[in-house]
């Protein structure tokens, strides 16, 4: 079965740190960029929070730039959003995203299920 799998958020005060984890698995094929979103309480949408390439290449929203490191491990499908002084405007349902390419070249997109992260003031 083809999933991503999230762990890490929780409930943290302003100026702490939290670290979340993302591993996909039954990729047959590749993966192209990898990538967490959030959606904020009654938010409409997810936004991008961080994404990196396989080749190493990160983009930051402007709200997490200096704040957040993205970084993953290629041999273990996996990528990790490190996330430091935190703001209770940082809370968010956080989104694992996953470009994944077949064999055959076709990609497509996969999402986690979700973690909750709660910054409290």
């Known amino acids: 079965q083809v999933q991503l799998v999230e762990s890490g958020g929780g409930l943290v005060q302003a100026g702490g740190s939290l670290k979340l984890s993302c591993a996909a698995s039954g990729i047959s094929g590749g993966i192209n960029t990898m990538g967490w979103y959030r959606q904020a309480p009654g938010g409409l949408q997810r936004e991008l929070v961080a994404?990196?390439?396989?080749?190493?290449?990160?983009n930051y929203a402007d709200s997490v730039t200096g704040r957040f490191t993205i970084s993953r491990d290629n041999a273990k499908n996996t990528v990790y959003l490190q996330m430091n002084s935190l703001k209770p405007e940082d809370t968010a349902v956080y989104y694992c995203?996953?470009?994944?390419?077949?064999?055959?070249?076709?990609?497509?997109?996969?999402w986690g299920q979700g973690t909750q992260v709660t910054v409290s003031s």
């Open positions: 995203k996953a470009t994944v390419r077949s064999y055959s070249g076709y990609t497509y997109a996969l």
């Open positions: 994404t990196a390439t396989g080749g190493g290449t990160t």
